[in-house]
């Protein structure tokens, strides 16, 4: 299994990215797919997942009614939206999989995501 992140970038407070994961070797139907994120010494933070459908969205409250995710499973891809971008939200993004996350309203655990890609930076500046 392959996971690639791309789309991070510097953007200033306020700005928009689209962060892009494209997944591949094998299929990943019935999987949930994830973005988390981490500061330089913290721990991995969730961010927001997709169940396969796509009706069943998770979202971090730090991040909701700012950003938005989808799935396309017919490229295996998924995609995070961010608006009003905080100097806050500055981190790696990494997008993950797993067929059997614990995920809950209060969002998902990332030690129970199985496969992690190399992740991409976003910066913003106030």
């Known amino acids: 299994v392959q996971l690639q992140a791309s789309g991070g970038g510097l953007v200033r407070a306020g700005g928009s990215l689209r962060l892009s994961c494209a997944a591949s070797?094998?299929?990943?139907?019935?999987?949930?797919m994830g973005w988390f994120r981490q500061s330089p010494g913290k721990k991995h933070e969730f961010v927001a997942a997709?169940?396969?459908?796509?009706?069943?969205?998770y979202y971090a409250d730090a991040v909701k009614g700012r950003f938005t995710m989808s799935r396309d499973n017919a490229k295996n891809t998924i995609d995070l939206r961010m608006n009003s971008l905080k100097p806050d939200d500055t981190a790696r993004y990494y997008c993950?999989?797993?067929?059997?996350?614990?995920?809950?309203?209060?969002?998902?655990?990332?030690?129970?995501?199985?496969?992690w890609g190399q992740g991409t930076q976003v910066t913003v500046s106030s």
């Open positions: 070797g094998q299929s990943f139907s019935n999987y949930i």
């Open positions: 997709i169940n396969w459908s796509g009706d069943e969205l």
């Open positions: 993950a999989v797993d067929n059997n996350p614990l995920c809950s309203r209060d969002g998902c655990d990332p030690m129970s995501f199985y496969w």
